[in-house]
């Protein structure tokens, strides 16, 4: 079965630490991404990758590094400068195609991140 | 700069009635696509509909349809015949395909569905 797996599921961090989130996918998509959702919040992104070996800064990349070594794969890394980490965090994929076609992105099941 | 906007934090709906959910979007690019997804309690995100911005209809999908209004920038959805599934937090996004496909959400808005 195609889709993006996430993982752990639930992850606790002591202070200090820096910890990583796993994303995988297996739908051949170019574009990878990485969302923060707090409580009642909206997504925001943290960081995105439209192609192995590159990507950009979303609007709260600030404590967080990523890679692309791999087109199906992006991890997230929360660092210890990350001052407030405990978040719900969603990785999706999509296709990234020049014309109209639909493109809607796939998402992960989260990972439920908290800081002990 | 794109930006995203829902400004109904949350909405009750009596069960089979149809309710909107209002967003408006900015971009300056004139190619661009627009996405609804619903989030349960489970947090799951589940995609709804897409619109284009070169659509020339409002897209629809099964009980969900997208009131496409180019010139005022709204890209409202609709759902008929509400059902108590329906309950969960809706979310409208955008892609600016002249962005290198960044895709960016809305605040969100929590859905009610009364028996």
């Known amino acids: 079965d195609g889709g993006i797996t996430q993982s752990p599921k639930y992850l606790f961090r002591k202070e200090g630490q820096n910890v990583t989130l796993s994303c995988e996918q297996n739908?051949?998509?170019?574009?990878m991404y990485w969302y923060r959702q707090d409580p009642g919040q909206g997504l925001r992104l943290i960081y995105y990758?439209?192609?192995?070996?590159?990507?950009q800064k979303g609007d709260i990349a600030e404590g967080y590094s990523v890679s692309r070594e791999k087109k199906e794969s992006f991890p997230l890394t929360v660092t210890s400068a990350q001052k407030n980490p405990t978040a719900f965090y969603l990785c999706?994929?999509?296709?990234?195609?020049?014309?109209?076609?639909?493109?809607?992105?796939?998402f992960g099941q989260g990972t439920r991140l908290t800081v002990v | 700069a794109q930006k995203i906007t829902q400004t109904q934090p949350g909405m009750f709906v009596q069960e089979k009635e149809a309710v909107t959910l209002d967003c408006t979007y900015d971009?300056?690019?004139?190619?661009?696509?627009l996405f609804w997804y619903k989030q349960p309690s489970s947090g799951e995100m589940i995609f709804l509909i897409y619109?284009?911005?070169?659509?020339?209809q409002n897209a629809t999908e099964g009980r969900y349809s997208l009131n496409f209004q180019k010139a005022r920038k709204s890209a409202n959805l609709v759902i008929s015949a509400s059902q108590l599934g329906d309950s969960a937090m809706y979310f409208c996004a955008m892609r600016d395909y002249n962005q290198g496909g960044k895709l960016i959400f809305g605040q969100g808005t929590e859905l009610s569905v009364k028996p």
């Open positions: 619109q284009g911005s070169y659509d020339q």
């Open positions: 971009t300056s690019d004139p190619s661009y696509g």
């Open positions: 999706a994929s999509s296709p990234i195609r020049q014309n109209r076609p639909r493109t809607e992105a796939f």
């Open positions: 990758s439209q192609i192995v070996n590159d990507f």
């Open positions: 739908l051949n998509h170019d574009a």
